[in-house]
């Protein structure tokens, strides 16, 4: 597997209208690998993702696809000439064409479109559907046809906008699953614009971040999850609280939860006031522990049950205890601190925070 660059985003600003919404964005991704835009609504990903096909002309920076610049200020290579696929959240069928007609709907041209036809619906398990027309499909079967569509051509990347919004729960963890196989099993190249981090997670190699037009973060999900860089993808990705303390030394914090001391060093004095991320899988039960919390609310999830804890200083906690520990609302548990990564951000005001900036 080479680790070949395909897609190189230098210093992009993008937007609509002339108005900024994308800015000074930095982003690659390799070929092979599927990269995954995640935030909230409004964000900026869609933006970006819409340059990169090149539907929006950047401000300034530019997109560079396999070492060819295709984007830049006064300059805009068509969308067509781009050889990247698209997969939209309505799926965007033709309504009059079989499901076959419109996965070669691309390729119409091509010496073996028929053949190319029926490998892309083999790929997406549709092949006994070829006959089918778009509303006679179910959503499912009607983002497969999509994704076979935008796979025909041999796009260098695909970019997928929302690709499982219209769908419910499970259907889209399954798709989600199923798209990403499909795509590695091809060796394809692809973007996807989310903001649900359970489908970002199961389909990337590498997220990004955004928040109000600004990339916080370009990462795997793991270090996501257990290195964030900003407190903001430290509360976005996955659940997790702040409990403020003092840096002891550059590897330890004390909290009202004691001394947590992790795997990771940080520069600044002893005394630094902190706020140290918890997630709920960072504390467990403990009956001998001196640290004490009182439950006031309770959520059973099946192999495990979330507990909302409170300590004597009224600090809210959440903590996640197998579901063979069942305690009643109202009682009290031992808890402690079972976190090797130590993630901590300076206080806002602290001098910490000054040294940050």
């Known amino acids: 597997m080479t680790h070949d660059l395909l897609l190189n985003l230098r210093e992009l600003s993008c937007g609509y209208k002339g108005q900024p919404v994308v800015q000074n964005l930095h982003l690659h991704l390799n070929a092979g690998d599927i990269g995954c835009l995640l935030g909230p609504s409004g964000c900026g990903k869609t933006t970006t993702l819409r340059a990169i096909a090149g539907f929006e002309p950047v401000h300034s920076g530019s997109i560079e696809l396999a070492g060819e610049v295709i984007s830049r200020p006064g300059f805009t290579l068509a969308p067509e000439k781009r050889r990247i696929g698209m997969v939209f959240q309505d799926y965007a069928l033709f309504p009059h064409l079989t499901v076959a007609e419109n996965v070669t709907f691309g390729i119409r041209k091509h010496p073996q479109c028929a053949q190319i036809g029926r490998e892309m619906l083999e790929l997406v398990k549709l092949e006994h559907l070829h006959g089918r027309y778009p509303h006679e499909l179910s959503g499912g079967q009607q983002q497969r046809v999509a994704l076979a569509r935008a796979l025909a051509p041999e796009p260098r990347l695909l970019l997928l906008?929302?690709?499982f919004s219209n769908l419910d729960g499970e259907l889209r963890r399954r798709l989600s699953r199923e798209v990403r196989s499909i795509l590695k099993s091809r060796g394809t190249s692809a973007i996807l614009?989310?903001?649900?981090q359970e489908e970002a997670f199961a389909v990337s190699d590498q997220v990004g971040v955004f928040r109000e037009g600004h990339l916080e973060q370009w990462d795997t999900p793991y270090n996501l999850y257990h290195?964030?860089?900003?407190?903001?993808?430290?509360?976005?990705i996955g659940q997790g609280y702040f409990v403020r303390g003092q840096m002891l030394g550059h590897d330890s914090v004390q909290t009202e939860l004691g001394v947590t001391r992790g795997n990771r060093a940080?520069?600044?004095?002893?005394?630094?006031?902190v706020d140290m991320l918890l997630r709920p899988d960072d504390l467990i039960y403990d009956a001998q522990s001196p640290l004490r919390a009182r439950i006031t609310g309770k959520t059973f999830l099946g192999a495990a049950t979330l507990y909302c804890l409170q300590l004597p200083t009224g600090t809210q906690l959440e903590a996640l205890f197998t579901s063979h520990e069942d305690h009643q609302v109202g009682a009290e548990v031992g808890i402690r601190v079972a976190a090797d990564h130590l993630v901590v951000f300076p206080a806002p005001g602290s001098v910490a925070a000054q040294q940050s900036l």
């Open 161 to 163: 906008d929302e690709p």
């Open 193 to 196: 614009v989310t903001h649900d």
């Open 227 to 236: 290195e964030p860089l900003t407190p903001f993808v430290a509360s976005f």
């Open 266 to 273: 940080y520069q600044w004095p002893a005394g630094s006031a």
